[in-house]
C-alpha cells in the first residue's frame, strides 16, 4: 500500500491514447492517459466512465454537444452514450475511473485499442 | 450529463465527515468530503476505498504506519485493513471513490455514520 502522487506519475509514460493503471478499487480501476488530438467515436456497451482532467482542456463531443472539461473537473459518460475524447490545446492528463473491463475504444477495435494496459 | 467543477463543489457543503455524492459510475461512486480533526478507527468488509486530496493533507493512521497523503496524490485502503483519516492541519478535501454499499464508519455505527449520503 502505497500513495502514488499525479504529477509525478504522469511523468512515467509519453504515450497517447494508452492508459495506465495506477491501482485496483475492487472491480474498478484508476487509470492515467495522455490524450493529443482527437480520438476515435465509440461507446461502451456496459461501462460508465468517469474522466477527471488533471491538466489541460478536454473537450467531450457527443452526438447533439460538446463539453469542454478543464483542470479540477470531471465528467462521466454514462454506457451506451457515444463520445469522442479530445484534447484541445497541446495534449491534456486525464485520471479515468472506470471497470476493470473497460476498452478504451470501446465497442470499436482499432489500432488505438489497448487490449491490456500496462501498469504504472 | 454535466461537468462538476471540484473547487466549486466542496464550496456546495461545509460539514465535516459527511461525504456528498457527486456522481455514480455503475455501481460506484464518487464522493466529495470534508475531514477535519481525526474519524475513528474503522475497516470495510468488502470496499476497497481511493482517497484523492483535492485540499490540505490527509494522514491515513494504519495500526502499522501512517501515510501523508497530500493535495495530488491518492491512497487506496483495501478492503479489510483497519485505518483512521485525520486532517493535518486546519481542513482537507477529499475526494473518494468506492462501491456505493460503502459506509463512511465500516464495520463501526457511530453518531458520524452516514447511512444515506446527501448529493451534491
Not at 457527443?62 to 495534449?91: K, N, Q, W
Request: hydrophobic content about 40%; proline content about 4%.
Amino acid at each position: 500500500m502505497e500513495k502514488i502522487n499525479l504529477a509525478q506519475a504522469f511523468t512515467a509514460f509519453s504515450d497517447y491514447w494508452s492508459p495506465r493503471v495506477a491501482g485496483d478499487i475492487n472491480t474498478f480501476q484508476i487509470k492515467l492517459a495522455k490524450f493529443r488530438g482527437t480520438f476515435d467515436w465509440h461507446h461502451h456497451e456496459h461501462e460508465d466512465e468517469l474522466f477527471l482532467v488533471i491538466a489541460g482542456t478536454l473537450r467531450m463531443h457527443f452526438r447533439d454537444r460538446d463539453i469542454d472539461v478543464d483542470a479540477g473537473e470531471f465528467i462521466i459518460v454514462p454506457h451506451g452514450v457515444e463520445h469522442c475524447p479530445e484534447a484541445l490545446g497541446d495534449e491534456c492528463h486525464v485520471v479515468l475511473l472506470e471497470p476493470n473491463t473497460t476498452l478504451n475504444t470501446g465497442h470499436v477495435t482499432s489500432d488505438r485499442t489497448v487490449h491490456t494496459p500496462l501498469r504504472i
